[in-house]
């Protein structure tokens, strides 16, 4: 094996490492937690899109890329796994599972509306029943309900 397979490697191992601590802070790699950062990642890959390609980002007065507006939303996608974080603690101390998935409902609703936006942006149509659907989870993750199925 030579040094580049033992980086690679390395880099790999180090990933899987550094993903495991944050699941496991997080409250382990469940549905509620793959959807919110399935549906965070797929705001951020719309945004780039409207941004770059279509250049009708709401966020710049030009409405194209900017580092500044993209440095700020990944400062709040950390802000929302950080609610996510204080979530999880709540549920220990409380001794319940409640609030973590109503946080992760919350903000994954919350998220699939801008992927809604985006979309919208970008003149691709959608189905109102979608955008309901992401408006009546949000409610139901605000009202502590993600979790009573």
């Known amino acids: 094996m030579d040094w ?23 409250g382990g ?10 549906v965070m990642a797929l705001d951020v890959v ?16 030009g409405g194209a890329l900017s580092s500044g507006a993209g440095f ?3 400062l709040r996608k950390a802000a929302i796994l950080l609610a996510v974080f204080l979530a ?7 001794g319940t599972a409640l609030a973590r998935p109503a946080v992760c409902c919350f903000f994954a609703a919350n998220e699939g509306l ?5 979309l ?8 109102a029943f979608l955008k309901n659907a992401l408006e009546a989870l949000r409610a139901r993750g605000d009202e502590g309900g993600a979790s009573r199925d």
């Open 88 to 94: 999880v603690l709540l549920d220990r101390q409380a």
């Open 72 to 74: 700020r939303g990944l």
């Open 120 to 127: 919208g942006r970008m003149g691709v149509p959608f189905p």
């Open 29 to 38: 790699w469940d549905g509620p937690l793959e959807t919110l950062v399935g």
């Open 46 to 61: 719309t945004g780039l899109l409207v941004a770059g390609v279509f250049k009708k980002s709401p966020k710049t007065p």
């Open 114 to 118: 801008s992927v809604l936006e985006n």
């Open 4 to 26: 580049f397979d033992r980086m690679k490697n390395g880099l790999f191992a180090g990933t899987a490492a550094v993903a495991g601590v944050l699941s496991a802070a997080l």
